[in-house]
């Protein structure tokens, strides 16, 4: 448990985790900041913390843990205001999505006596912002943690403890093996939901789109829930992880033209070993204990 925990960064990822701290009580105190107004009244309006401050720096001012959990974008200047301010012997996380920059960032800082050791939550949905957050978002989900070599394991023991008791699974690797297998796993996925709903919705006549959404199936739906994520968060991704993002798509691009060859000569076989290989792909995913067998269409 840790005395102090301040929380810089309130949206659906910031406001999960201090919903998640209230209920477990593995915090004595959650300090929370954010740039915009707008979330602190949301905070203070459903009593999400213990006490809401008007600068970073106050924020982090005796904390014995400080996450932060702002866009990428933001997190230079984060570090930046708090650096001069954070407890001697403190631990420092965040929640961002790729780990080599806001690990350079974080060191560039030369901080002292501070233990610094990147998270990445793998949870989230489509909606964002402190209304989205829920106590259970973490729980069965996979938390990656990418500290130094140098960082005493103790404290990594106390970040591990701290995203165990909201109920995730910690795993501990390098930031660049996290950077690649997130490329993969979550950022192609939304380079191909961005595309599939620019395809949609562009080169046909007005009475095509609105069918277009009016007949959706499942798996358009499923890509426009997708594509229906933070913005500002994905554009920052999409920069920061731009090298293996776009190797990434160079291999799909390869293996898009491959099946256009294949549906082009009409070669069933090799279309049922595709398909027969996806299915069983998709039985291991739910094996794993990242999905459910269960449908759920027309979810709410």
Same mark, same amino acid.
């Given at each position: 448990?840790?005395?102090?925990?301040?929380?810089?960064?309130?949206?659906?990822?910031?406001?999960?985790?201090?919903?998640?701290?209230?209920?477990?009580?593995?915090?004595?105190?959650?300090?929370?900041?954010?740039?915009?107004?707008?979330?602190?009244?949301?905070?203070?309006?459903?009593?999400?913390?213990?006490?809401?401050?008007?600068?970073?720096?106050?924020?982090?001012?005796?904390? +014995?843990?400080?996450?932060?959990?702002?866009?990428?974008?933001?997190?230079?200047?984060?570090?930046?205001?708090?650096?001069?301010?954070?407890?001697?012997?403190?631990?420092?996380?965040?929640?961002?999505?790729?780990?080599?920059?806001?690990?350079?960032?974080?060191?560039?800082?030369?901080?002292?006596?501070?233990?610094?050791?990147?998270?990445?939550?793998?949870?989230?949905?489509?909606?964002?912002?402190?209304?989205?957050?829920?106590?259970?978002?973490?729980?069965?989900?996979?938390?990656?943690?990418?500290?130094?070599?140098?960082?005493?394991?103790?404290?990594?023991?106390? #970040?591990?403890?701290?995203?165990?008791?909201?109920?995730?699974?910690?795993?501990?690797?390098?930031?660049?093996?996290?950077?690649?297998?997130?490329?993969?796993?979550?950022?192609?996925?939304?380079?191909?939901?961005?595309?599939?709903?620019?395809?949609?919705?562009?080169?046909?006549?007005?009475?095509?789109?609105?069918?277009?959404?009016?007949?959706?199936?499942?798996?358009?739906?499923?890509?426009?829930?997708?594509?229906?994520?933070?913005?500002?968060?994905?554009? +920052?991704?999409?920069?920061?992880?731009? +090298?293996?993002?776009?190797?990434?798509?160079?291999?799909?691009?390869?293996?898009?033209?491959?099946?256009?060859?294949?549906?082009?000569?009409?070669?069933?076989?090799?279309?049922?070993?595709?398909?027969?290989?996806?299915?069983?792909?998709?039985?291991? #995913?739910?094996?794993?204990?990242?999905?459910? +067998?269960?449908?759920?269409?027309?979810?709410?």
């Amino acid at each position: 448990m840790f005395e102090q925990v301040s929380i810089i960064g309130c949206g659906l990822i910031g406001s999960s985790v201090f919903r998640a701290l209230k209920k477990n009580s593995f915090a004595k105190k959650v300090i929370t900041f954010d740039n915009d107004k707008s979330v602190s009244e949301i905070i203070n309006k459903e009593n999400l913390s213990d006490k809401t401050v008007s600068s970073p720096e106050e924020a982090v001012s005796n904390a +014995d843990l400080v996450l932060i959990s702002t866009p990428l974008s933001s997190f230079e200047p984060a570090i930046d205001s708090i650096k001069k301010h954070l407890k001697s012997g403190s631990i420092l996380t965040d929640t961002s999505s790729v780990k080599k920059g806001a690990d350079a960032i974080v060191k560039k800082m030369n901080l002292k006596n501070i233990s610094w050791i990147p998270s990445h939550p793998v949870a989230g949905t489509e909606k964002s912002g402190p209304k989205a957050g829920s106590s259970d978002l973490f729980r069965g989900r996979w938390t990656i943690l990418t500290p130094d070599s140098k960082i005493k394991d103790s404290d990594v023991k106390k #970040i591990s403890l701290f995203w165990e008791s909201m109920g995730s699974k910690v795993k501990i690797m390098s930031a660049g093996d996290h950077d690649k297998i997130l490329s993969i796993t979550s950022h192609l996925p939304h380079v191909i939901a961005y595309n599939i709903v620019k395809t949609v919705m562009g080169g046909d006549d007005e009475k095509i789109k609105k069918d277009f959404i009016r007949y959706s199936a499942g798996g358009l739906r499923d890509f426009t829930r997708i594509a229906a994520s933070n913005p500002t968060m994905w554009k +920052d991704i999409f920069i920061d992880n731009s +090298d293996l993002i776009i190797d990434g798509i160079n291999k799909f691009s390869k293996n898009l033209d491959q099946f256009k060859k294949v549906i082009t000569e009409k070669d069933s076989k090799r279309l049922l070993e595709i398909f027969e290989e996806s299915s069983e792909f998709r039985e291991a #995913i739910i094996k794993a204990g990242q999905d459910t +067998d269960k449908p759920d269409f027309g979810r709410k």
